[in-house]
């Protein structure tokens, strides 16, 4: 069974964060610190639960004095930066702490969490100030797409995606991107493909509440370049997977005369929890010319009141040879989840050739 991902907060991590404390606040108590960590209930606290729970301790043993302290975390960041510390995430505590205790202190902030965000990611931190301040964070977040360090640029872009996994949303940039898109234009063509994913990723959260102007975007920047072109496409996954046939024609997806789907079948009709489901089907081009096709299935699960809830997976995305015939064999897993609570009952799966859905299979979850 692999590692859970809250147990990165282990004993050889608080050793190391604690040692590393100590050279920039020396009277610092390493011993009391890791005790006050190991509460009662420690070990029932999920990652962000320890994330929270780390800042909060980490609080009471600085001064209350917050522009003096987050000089004293500044000092730690320069040290892990230069010692080329590579657990940012183990450190996304110290954006927390800025979260907690800096939303009332908003320049000392902004400027923390821009050299946070050189070692840690502050996109989570961030938030509250973006409700809070919407108007001048959006204006420092433009600047930031300026920026001399590429994770600072990449901050720009991640930090303000509407529907940031995990994150709390931002209301007003979910009614309204407009104020995202200047700095999506300013990063689409980014030296670091760390920045330009960022990009996409925004696109794509966009394209859940503005389709049409994702779309138009995707119209104007595409052939631009490679990198942007690559932007576009994985910014356009949630209305490909949707099957909207003007994004499937930017990208060569909407022939399907030629494209057949033959002796579609289950492995197994009755599926238990746990296990998987199995599939499978040939796929013939039957033009005498190459097919570039984008080869999906859906999942119908069934929801607690009865009905059905469609969710659309990626095979593959590639070119067919002429009048040729493919085998293809697929599994679904139902192994037990966080994110998704599986019901009992009727679940249905088909077949998606370049946005267009065939047959469904009926097939029951036991």
Known sequence: MPELLKNIYNAAFFEEFTALFQQVKSDF?????????????????????????????????????????????????NLLIQQQNRKGLEYLFLPDYIEQFGINEFDTSIKAMEKFTQFTSCEFAVRPFLINYPDRMMQIMQSWASHENHAVRRFASEGCRPRLPWAMAIPFLKINPEPILPILEKLKNDSSEFVRKSVANNLNDISKDHPQLVIDLVQKWKGKSMD???????????????????????????????????????????????????????????NSEYLTIRLEYAIYYQKANGSLAKKVYKISEKTYSGNSETFVRRKQSFKIITTRKFHKGLHQVSVIVNGKEGQSLDFELQ
């Open 29 to 77: 108590d390493q011993k009391l610190f890791i005790k006050e960590i190991h509460t009662s209930n420690w070990e029932v606290m999920e990652l962000k639960q320890r994330m929270r729970h780390i800042a909060f301790t980490l609080n009471r043993f600085l001064t209350g004095n917050y522009q003096k302290d987050i000089e004293t975390l500044c000092q730690l960041i």
């Open 228 to 286: 942007t072109d690559w932007v576009c496409k994985h910014g356009s996954r949630t209305l490909l997977k949707q099957g909207n046939r003007e994004v499937l024609d930017f990208f060569g997806l909407n022939n399907t005369n030629f494209v057949q789907i033959k002796d579609f079948q289950l492995l197994k009709s009755k599926v238990q929890i746990g296990d998987n489901l199995k599939f499978e089907f040939k796929l013939q081009n039957t």
